[in-house]
């Protein structure tokens, strides 16, 4: 049997199938997948948009505190598309925006843009927002916006504790287009229904603040314009207020072709708006309230210079306040702003107080105050030329400003002063385009004073801000001035900055006149120089001052021609000045001339100086001068001082005295200025503080001192060394002086001194310390050769030999010699001082005619008080704590000799001496009362003598003792009856 198949395999006895049928499942099936890929594509927005929506939100909250909720969503491809209810929630939960969104269909965007590329003009319909929002801000923390925005810290690491991925993938999407975009119309507009603003520094009476109703629309139509509108209301408590603007653009503007000055035109104001609000928002901490009062007004205005171009914008900027109107006309062109018009732009304005006080105020000294009428200072500002390059491709060489700040014044109140009225006040900067630069600043006030300042630079304006101008290292001016201004104002001005010394050199009410300029001689090296008078005084100064410090300019004069009243020359002289010397009363001013010859001081450490001062006509007088009737009259004195940092202080002092009379002296320390200085300065202590020596000796240089006198008045040397008149007693009218002092400080000094004259001669070496000449040892010595003038004889020998009176040098006889050695002599010792006194003396009269105490003619001859010529030898004293004690002193009275010895207090001025007379040469009274006794008495029996009291009246007598162990020692009745005969003759009963 056959396969009833056919050779395809089917059976022989099929039938055919009918096509139909599949045709019909299979546009079946095509249709379903066509449907429901037509149903994808449909609600692919829907699907897809709102999911990729979540998962963007999803992202950012866990990126941020707070939270985003995703409200309504419709995506679509030819339908508008919304976003409604889109909030951000602060971390509490609380609402701080929330948005409404609505823009065209995809497609219509899509074939905008696909429009745009080929250069046609796209419309991409209109796109609308809708927005509230409510910022909380206070100043201890961030605001809700920033709480709600701020890294979240439900950020999750990976599984792996790796990094969470980017959001974006780590992948940029390139948004910008090569081909040029053709002209788009559209109508973007943002409403903001309501902005809330709450903070506690905001004094809103409680209510709102903000702005409500605010739309703001941008159209762009197909021939490449824009229209940019604003309209709305802002809030403060129950004030409100319109903002609106009306601007129209190329709208090249929006992608960066073109500068939107350059193209603008139109409108723009608000009112009344709240400076406070303004502050807080710009974190200005109330500056423009106080600048501006409580409210301000803006207002613009731009609009091309001619009909049809745009190569030049007016503008027109107004700002209105209380009591201020600025009124600014400009014009933009080429990336300069530029003023417009011929005439200066001017504008009054009115600084409150407040303002003052922020920035002036707070900055005077204290006691300093400004008075201003009504609190406000009126203030005139003048804007002459302007040019500002407003980006960085403008021509800065092009800028140019002219602008002048001025006011009426106002009143400089100072504690305990009288008000200073200052008339006018004058700022101006001017630089123009080529130069020069110029700032310049006036000041004047109701008595006719000015002060004035003027920096100039030739430079124009885009030099002046390069680096070079600000390196200094350009030619530039300064000069300031003033003229007219009493010294009494300056102080007032400028209290406790040392202004007020300038007095000491003129009368307070003297007018200052200064000049001051400074020039650049390099980098960091400016050249100063300065002139100024002040009644009779000027100086004249030429400085070059640098990094390093000051020196004297080359070339330059440095030198102050002062007059100098009684009370600045006291000042001067310190509060001890040497011997009590002081300004004599009724002297006019002394006349002086100070001349820098030398500087260059470094500004930490020392230099060199070198500085000599002149001064003529110079009174002094002293408590010693004014009781002599002597004053210290000098014509001239210079005196000059050399420091230098590696070697001794050097000064010398030339001196000429009215009515004759010289005196040069110099003076050389014995350590180095910076050696002295380093030594003052101290170690220093870990709180930075200068450990200074309590005594100020231990750290001070000692010094050399040498002075030579020539025809020197000894009435002035006397005076002043408070001798009384003994030097002129001693030396006569004019005197030499030779000196050197050795170790000398302001305690005192080693001296080795001569004073010479024709009568007499006086060498001194020793110690002058705390007010003592001392001596010891072989070295010191004070020795005198001199005449025997009276006071010579009355004040010095008189209290060495008080038992000699009428002392004089015999004709023949040489002068007096007296050493003094083993000394300590208080100067100018008198009264109770002399208690002090010691000394040992060697005290050489030679050949006298002198007579001994009157009182003592009862035991010699009436005789005794005529001078008779007498030879004294070598006597040596010594005296301790002001008693002289003179152990043997022999004198021959009429032929006989006598020894005195005892003391004499220089205090009290008494006197205790013992004298030895040999019975043979009793004469007198006392000898003719034992005349009877003799024959009975050995003629060599010493009788001593006893003198006391006061040289002027001497008590003198026999002991009592005496007499008995001479009667008892006689051993004869009839010599006991004799002597004692006589003596009761002499004596009485007694």
Known sequence: ??????????????????????????????????????????????????????????????????????????????????????????????????????????????????????????????????????????????????????????????????????????????????????????????????????????????????????????????????????????????????????????????????????????????????????????????????????????????????AGSDDAVRVDVALLADGQDVRFAGRVADGMLTARGDAPQVWSLSVPRALVDRYLTDALPDGVALELDGGVVPVEVELARLALPLDGEADASRADLRVSLASPGFRVKQDGAAAIEVTSVRVLADAERGGPLALEAAVREASGGEVDARFTAPVGWATATAEDMRDGRLA??????????????????????????????????????AELRALPAGDDVIDVELDATLGASDVRAALRVDEEGVALLEGGETRAHLALPSATLAKLLGEEPPMGLAPAPGAAPVRAEVVVEELRWPNEGVGTAAITARVHDLALTAPALAAAKERLAVEHLEARVALDAGAPVTARLDLALAGGGTLNATAESDVTLASWLAASAGDATEDGEANIAADAATTAPTWTLRAQGRDLR??????????????????GATLALDAVATEATARGALVDATLTSPKANVALVGRVEDGVLTATGEGGALDARVGLTPLFRERVVGKLVPMLVSLEASEDSEPTTIRVTDFALPLGASGSALSAVNADVTLDLGRVQAAVLPDLARYFTSHVHRPHATDLPTLRLEIRDGVVNAPAIPIEIEGTPVTFSGSYALVAGTMDFDASVPLSGLRGDVGRAIDDARKYLDPNTAVPLQLSGKPSRPKVGVSSDFLRDVIRDAGRKAAEDALGEGLRKLFGDD
């Open 1 to 306: 049997m056959t396969d009833p198949r056919t050779h395809d395999g089917a059976p022989a006895d099929t039938a055919p199938p009918r096509r139909g049928r599949w045709l019909r499942r299979g546009c079946g099936c095509g249709a379903f997948l066509f449907g429901a890929f037509v149903t994808l594509v449909a609600f692919a927005p829907l699907l897809f948009g709102r999911y990729a929506l979540e998962s963007a939100i999803a992202d950012t909250n866990r990126s941020i505190a707070g939270e985003l909720e995703l409200g309504e969503v419709a995506f679509s491809w030819t339908g508008t598309q919304r976003l409604h209810g889109l909030r951000l929630r602060d971390p509490e939960g609380r609402t701080v925006a929330e948005l409404d969104v609505e823009v065209p269909s995809i497609f219509q965007v899509l074939g905008a843009l696909a429009s745009a590329e080929e250069g046609d003009p796209a419309d991409l319909g209109t796109w609308k927002a809708t927005a509230e929002l409510a910022l909380v801000t206070s100043p201890e923390g961030p605001s809700n916006i920033e709480r709600a925005l701020a890294p979240s810290t439900r950020a999750s690491k990976t599984v792996g504790g790796g990094d969470a991925p980017d959001a974006g993938g780590g992948r940029e999407v390139d948004v910008s287009y090569d081909t040029p975009l053709g002209p788009i119309q559209a109508l973007v507009q943002l409403e903001v229904k309501h902005f809330g603003w709450s903070d506690p520094r905001l004094d809103a009476g409680g209510r709102a603040v903000g702005v409500k109703d605010l739309v703001a629309r941008l159209v762009l139509t197909a021939d490449g314009k824009a229209r940019f509108t604003l309209d709305g209301e802002h809030l403060y408590g129950t004030d409100h207020g319109p903002v609106a603007a009306d601007l129209t653009f190329e709208q090249s503007v929006l992608f960066g072709a073109s500068a939107f000055l350059a193209s603008a035109r139109g409108s723009a104001r608000i009112e009344a708006v709240p400076t406070t609000l303004i502050d807080l928002w710009t974190r200005s901490e109330g500056e423009l309230h106080e600048a501006l009062g409580d409210r301000l007004t803006l207002e613009a205005d731009f609009a091309p210079e001619s």
């Open 476 to 513: 530039w001016d300064l000069t300031a001035g003033v003229r007219g201004v009493t010294v009494a104002r300056l102080a007032a001005w400028l209290p406790d900055t040392g202004l007020e010394a300038l007095g000491d050199y003129g009368s307070p009410e003297d007018a200052l006149v």
């Open 714 to 731: 000894t009435a002035l040397v006397d005076a002043l060394t408070e001798q009384d008149g003994l030097l002129v007693d001693v030396l």
